[in-house]
């Protein structure tokens, strides 16, 4: 959907919890407002069915974050050393 909504497509930054709520509650916010404009019948269509994804999506974040308050997650990977990489000269 290529519209006002559309967002800044080059920022591919690593986000925590915390951030991506507060994104996805700006992005809540525009679309709650473009509802308000009163859209045609087919744009309010895929207005409300964007405001269910996004809203679904923040209740996904809020759960995982309370399940796991302080997790980093991927950003604390460590790839497995390869056998006998302990220790080696470089």
Known sequence: ????LARDEDDHELLT???S???LREEIT???AALRADPPAE???AL???LSALTDALARNTR????NPGDKGFLSYQP???PGAEGEAR
């Open 30 to 32: 525009a679309t709650e």
């Open 48 to 50: 409300q069915a964007r």
């Open 1 to 4: 959907m290529a519209d006002e």
């Open 80 to 82: 497995p050393r390869p």
């Open 17 to 19: 919890f915390n951030e």
């Open 43 to 45: 744009r309010r269509a």
């Open 21 to 23: 709520a507060i994104r």
């Open 64 to 67: 995982q974050a309370d399940d």
